[in-house]
C-alpha cells in the first residue's frame, strides 16, 4: 500500500494562488496514474487532475483547465497541484489519490484510483 500525505493548502483571496504537495510513501512511477480530487460541503466528490506517471501527460476537469497544473518531483516522491486564479467555487477539500489497479473504486481520467491522502482544505474568498 501507498501512503499519501498531502499539504499546502490554506486560504486565500480571489485570484491568489497556492501549491498543494503530495507526499508519497513510495516512488510514484510505481503507480500508472496520481491524481487530485476535490469535495465541497454537500456536493460529491469530483476528479480535479490527473498525471500519467511514465510520461507526463495530464487530463484536467474543464472548470481547471489553464488554471491549475500537476506534476510530479519522482526524486523526491513527491506530486504537485499549482492552482492560480483561484475562484470562491474552487472551496474544497483537496485530496491526494493514487492508482490501484486492482480494488480501485473511483475512476477519473482514464485512471483507476485506489489509494487517497487525508486531504488539505483550500478555501478563497471573494
Known amino acids: 500500500q501507498v501512503q499519501l500525505v498531502e499539504s499546502g493548502g490554506g486560504s486565500v483571496q480571489t485570484g491568489g494562488s497556492l501549491r498543494l504537495s503530495c507526499a508519497a510513501s513510495?516512488?510514484?512511477?510505481?503507480?500508472?496514474?496520481m491524481g487530485w480530487f476535490r469535495q465541497a460541503p454537500g456536493k460529491e466528490r469530483e476528479g480535479v487532475a490527473v498525471i500519467y506517471t511514465d510520461d507526463d501527460s495530464t487530463v484536467y476537469a474543464d472548470s481547471v483547465k489553464g488554471r491549475f497544473t500537476i506534476s510530479q518531483d519522482n526524486a523526491k516522491n513527491t506530486l504537485y497541484l499549482q492552482m492560480n486564479s483561484l475562484k470562491p467555487e474552487d472551496t474544497a477539500m483537496y485530496y491526494c489519490?493514487?492508482?490501484?489497479?486492482?480494488?480501485?473504486?473511483?475512476?477519473?481520467?482514464?485512471?483507476?484510483?485506489?489509494?487517497w491522502g487525508q486531504g488539505t482544505q483550500v478555501t478563497v474568498s471573494s
Open positions: 489519490a493514487a492508482e490501484d489497479s486492482v480494488y480501485g473504486r473511483t475512476w477519473y481520467g482514464g485512471c483507476r484510483f485506489g489509494f
Open positions: 513510495e516512488y510514484t512511477r510505481s503507480r500508472i496514474c
